[in-house]
T-cell receptor
Framework: DTAVSQTPKYLVTQMGNDKSIKCEQNLGHDTMYWYKQDSKKFLKIMFSYNNKELIINETVPNRFSPKSPDKAHLNLHINSLELGDSAVYFC????????????FGPGTRLTVL | QKEVEQDPGPLSVPEGAIVSLNCTYS??????FMWYRQYSRKGPELLMYTYSSGNKEDGRFTAQVDKSSKYISLFIRDSQPSDSATYLCAMNPPGANSKLTFGKGITLSVRP
């Protein structure tokens, strides 16, 4: 059973397009996260939701908008994609906020042409 | 100074070697310490999770935290080719809005 799943696994798109990435966790966790891993493999948090409420909102362009329809799902919508958005985006979840011990999904490799 | 510094590597060792991976940090508020393993083109996998100072052992892996020196380590005994991956340290302070801060990761290669 997959604990944290993401779709799609790969996303190739043109500059200026709008795209969404979906994430689901079946661990019963309350908290979910979006991370960006750049070409140098550095992982940086973007957003965190606890029980559908936004609790962490890092300095990311407002072209990025997360949405949590319920505590098992967290989606990421990106408007007007730019070349610099090319990266691997990881979803993660944890039992509660601030405890660490986060479980990561397999990642979505986004390439903007 | 970066909040979390990790030896950049890469690191190559023969099979069976003992591997020591290290991170230093500057934020004395960090209380939770983790090691993640990331295989190529996969998501990070939680290996070890410790709270505050001390040692924790799980099979061939031992995590060590020294809060007085702001230093954490991961030891891998009897290393195997399947241990070849990137290892990331991560840590966060307590609090609902606290963020996990990652090291840059070190790539380990275990030669058969």
């Amino acid at each position: 059973d997959t604990a944290v799943s993401q779709t799609p696994k790969y996303l190739v798109t043109q500059m200026g397009n709008d795209k969404s990435i979906k994430c689901e966790q079946n661990l019963g966790h309350d908290t979910m996260y979006w991370y960006k891993q750049d070409s140098k493999k550095f992982l940086k948090i973007m957003f965190s939701y606890n029980n559908k409420e936004l609790i962490i909102n890092e300095t990311v362009p407002n072209r990025f908008s997360p949405k949590s329809p319920d505590k098992a799902h967290l989606n990421l919508h990106i408007n007007s994609l730019e070349l610099g958005d090319s990266a691997v985006y990881f979803c993660a979840s944890s039992q509660a906020p601030g405890l660490g011990g986060q479980f990561f999904g397999p990642g979505t490799r986004l390439t903007v042409l | 100074q970066k909040e979390v510094e990790q030896d950049p590597g890469p690191l190559s060792v023969p099979e069976g070697a003992i591997v020591s991976l290290n991170c230093t940090y500057s934020n004395s508020a960090f209380q939770y310490f983790m090691w993640y393993r990331q295989y190529s083109r996969k998501g990070p996998e939680l290996l070890m999770y410790t709270y505050s100072s001390g040692n924790k052992e799980d099979g061939r892996f031992t995590a060590q935290v020294d809060k007085s020196s702001k230093y954490i380590s991961l030891f891998i005994r009897d290393s195997q080719p399947s241990d070849s991956a990137t290892y990331l340290c991560a840590m966060n302070p307590p609090g609902a809005n606290s963020k996990l801060t990652f090291g840059k990761g070190i790539t380990l290669s275990v030669r058969p």
